[in-house]
Nanobody, 120 residues
């Protein structure tokens, strides 16, 4: 099994910053990609940023220039640095990890989510 755990959420004022962390552990042959999603009340779950292993990082337009993701491959850890936060960024942020768990076997796993609240 694979466990995915996020941390780092909280309450900040508009213009502030937060750094989220996502750690994947368990039976992992390799990680194919790690991604951040968010879901606000009444809104559809949205892909915020994704970082394929060996690929190009992509961001949703609304966070470009403000958010940055990075990975520590040795620790199976991904970070989301969020700067210049806006109230519209308020959401539960979830980590998704696409994992190769064996030869020819890949699965995706979700973390429990961490709440980010931005006040005006």
């Amino acid at each position: 099994q694979v466990q995915v755990v996020e941390s780092g959420g909280g309450l900040v004022q508009a213009g502030g910053s937060l750094r989220l962390s996502c750690v994947a552990s368990g039976t992992i042959f390799s990680i194919k990609s790690m991604s951040w999603y968010r879901q606000a009340p009444g809104k559809q779950r949205e892909l915020v940023a994704t970082m394929p292993t060996g690929g190009t990082t992509n961001y949703v337009d609304s966070v470009k220039g403000r958010f940055a993701i990075s990975r520590d491959n040795a620790k199976n850890t991904m970070y989301l640095q969020m700067n210049s936060l806006k109230p519209e960024d308020t959401a539960v942020y979830l980590c998704n990890v696409e994992v190769q768990v064996g030869f020819g076997i890949a699965r995706t796993y979700w973390g429990q989510g961490t709440q980010v609240t931005v006040s005006s």
